[in-house]
């Protein structure tokens, strides 16, 4: 596992655990689910070295916190939990007292990270901040994030709050890159955290689906999921499934450099990278050393990466042909 130092956190697992289905009857996993399966998920995580998990007051109504912090025992407070607040009335005694009950659903005295779940359309972040800005210095939060939001409401936010917001968590993937324009460069440059959910697409990159086999629950009426889309996705589910992996491994002469298979044609001296989701140009040593840094997580940069081919709408002709979701 690698890990991200992030200000107010300290160091996070590069790859976290999403929790919204746990408690949620719209992924359609049935009852046992949340007794059962998101127990184990969550300790098998923490062996493969996961410090992250992602959750919500509104994932099952509060369920899928307390699911959470049950699994986690005694590992809830060596570990960074990151909830959300939904902005509704989100005014600073409303915040102040939902940021309380999630604490209390997660058996946790301060919730490291507390993230603003989406932006409302119609109360500015100079009124959700305040409330934000309590929960820190009251010791009940580590660090405030927001999530969905553009770039520009995420600086504006940062002027609401008077301190940086640490994290924006949006949805990034091979299909859906458009962060790598302007968010990532910018958590680059001001030591932030771009946390991606929907990382594999809701199951669209993981290879399960297929036209014959669509999912159910809340994903059946994704258009991600529509017949002609799995149709297009098949040639970059091929590359990720690594049926060019030998001749990567064979143009890249064995330096070390493939942590996955590549997209395309080859360009494997740029496999590492991809294999985090940085977009790095040129195949050049220098550029070659540029690109294995910013994997190691010694800039700041992208959080949940998807590993193994390159980021659409950079040269992956089936990744930008997907429909967004």
Not at 67 to 85: C, M, W, Y
Not at 123 to 142: A, F, K, N, Y
Not at 219 to 244: I, K, T
Request: proline share 6%.
């Amino acid at each position: 596992m690698k890990f991200l130092e992030v200000d107010g956190l300290g160091l996070v697992s590069r790859v976290g655990l999403g929790t919204w289905q746990f408690g949620s009857r719209e992924w359609g996993y049935g009852e046992g689910y949340a007794s059962g399966a998101a127990g184990d998920i969550v300790r098998r995580a923490r062996e493969l070295g996961v410090t992250l998990f992602d959750t919500a007051e509104v994932y099952g109504f509060g369920k899928s916190e307390k699911i959470l912090g049950e699994a986690l025992g005694a590992d809830r407070d060596q570990v960074v939990v990151a909830s959300k607040v939904f902005p509704v009335a989100p005014f600073p005694p409303v915040v102040r007292a939902r940021g309380e009950s999630s604490a209390r659903r997660l058996q946790l005295r301060r919730i490291p990270l507390y993230q603003v779940h989406q932006p409302n359309p119609l109360v500015p972040d100079s009124v959700i901040m305040p409330g934000m800005r309590d929960l820190p210095e009251r010791g009940r939060i580590g660090a405030v994030g927001v999530s969905n939001y553009s770039l520009s409401r995420w600086r504006q936010a940062d002027t609401a709050l008077g301190r940086p917001v640490i994290s924006n968590q949006v949805q990034f993937n091979l299909a859906q890159s458009a962060p790598l324009a302007d968010m990532v460069p910018f958590a680059e440059r001001e030591n932030r955290m771009v946390m991606a959910y929907s990382p594999l697409a809701q199951g669209l990159l993981g290879g399960k689906y297929s036209v014959d086999n669509r999912p159910g629950g809340v994903r059946a009426m994704n258009p991600l999921f529509g017949s002609e889309n799995l149709r297009r996705v098949e040639p970059l589910l091929s590359v990720l499934r690594g049926r060019h992996r030998t001749q990567c491994q064979a143009r890249a002469g064995g330096a070390g450099l493939v942590a996955g298979p590549a997209a395309g044609g080859g360009y494997c001296r740029r496999v590492q990278c991809r294999a985090t989701g940085v977009q790095c140009g040129g195949g050049r040593p220098d550029s070659r050393r540029r690109c294995t840094r910013r994997a190691d997580g010694r800039r700041a940069g992208i959080h949940a990466r998807v590993g193994g081919a390159q980021p659409a709408g950079r040269g992956s002709r089936e990744a930008r042909r997907l429909m967004p979701a």
